[in-house]
Each structure stands twice: as structure tokens, then as C-alpha cells.
């Protein structure tokens, strides 16, 4: 076999990975059920987090931020490990299905362009290892995120 065959084959063989992933994502965005999620989120969510996302007294805003916690890994479990969410009554397909509308429907500039849904899979590890200094951990976490 040629050394120019090779990299076709290569070519080839990557850009199915590429699409088999992006299909993957898309699917995943397809499924989802606003209307259910929607429901999750009124019924979960916005009693701390208002209706808009605007958030309450002492909860952080959702509204045109939470997109930021996209960025990097460690604030993207965020979003899972916080109490609300990681000891939330929602199963795993759920909670992540309620997060992704969260994002999408609240999250506004915030979010990148290449946005990772989260799948039942990921919230199903991360919300194991619940936090329990939220506080102290997210003004960590804030101090990083590069905030427009």
C-alpha cells in the first residue's frame, strides 16, 4: 500500500470518527425533551434559580452565564456536583436533558459555539461526588472562567 493511500485511508477513516461524533451530539440534542425539561426546571430549579434564571438572593445567576462553566472540565462538574443537581430526585437522562435546556434556553452568549451536551453517562459518574463547600469552590472556579 502507498504512503499516499495510507493517509486517504486515514483521511477517510478520521472524518467518519468526526461525523459519527457529531451525529452523536446532534442526536443527543434531538431527543431531548424541552417540554420535560422545562417541567424539570420549573419544578427543580427556578425556585432558587427564578424563572429566568435570573437567580435569587444568595444563588447565582443562570441567566447569560452559565455557559461560562463550559470552558473547562472541572467547571463543567460543576454544574453536576452542586447539591441541587447531584442529590437531585431526577434520574441521570434527566438531569442531564434538564442542564442541557438550562444551557441552551438561559445560557445566551455564554455559550461556546462547541458546546458538549452532557449524557446521562457523565452526570451518572460526576453526581456521585457531590460538593458540599459550594460556595468557596465556585469563587475558585469563577476566578478562572474567562467571563465576558
Known sequence: MSALSLC???????????????????????????DRAKFNYQM????????DGTGGKS???IKNYIGY?????????????VPGSANSSLND????EVLNWMIIELGGESVPKNMQYYTAN???????????????????????LSVK
Not at 446532534?26 to 431527543?31: P, Q, S
Not at 427543580?44 to 424563572?51: A, D, E, L
Not at 457523565?122 to 478562572?144: D, G, I, S, T, W
Open 8 to 34: 486517504v485511508k486515514r483521511v477517510v477513516w478520521g472524518l467518519c470518527i468526526f461525523c459519527s461524533v457529531q451525529t452523536n451530539a446532534a442526536d443527543n440534542l434531538l431527543e431531548m425533551n424541552t
Open 44 to 51: 427543580f430549579c427556578q425556585g432558587c434559580h427564578t424563572p
Open 59 to 61: 444563588v447565582p445567576k
Open 69 to 81: 462553566f463550559l470552558q473547562n472540565q472541572i467547571a463543567r462538574e460543576y454544574l453536576v456536583r
Open 93 to 96: 437522562e434527566q438531569l442531564a
Open 122 to 144: 457523565e452526570v451518572a459518574k460526576l453526581r456521585q461526588h457531590p460538593l458540599f463547600e459550594v460556595v468557596e469552590y465556585r469563587e475558585m472556579l469563577v476566578k478562572k
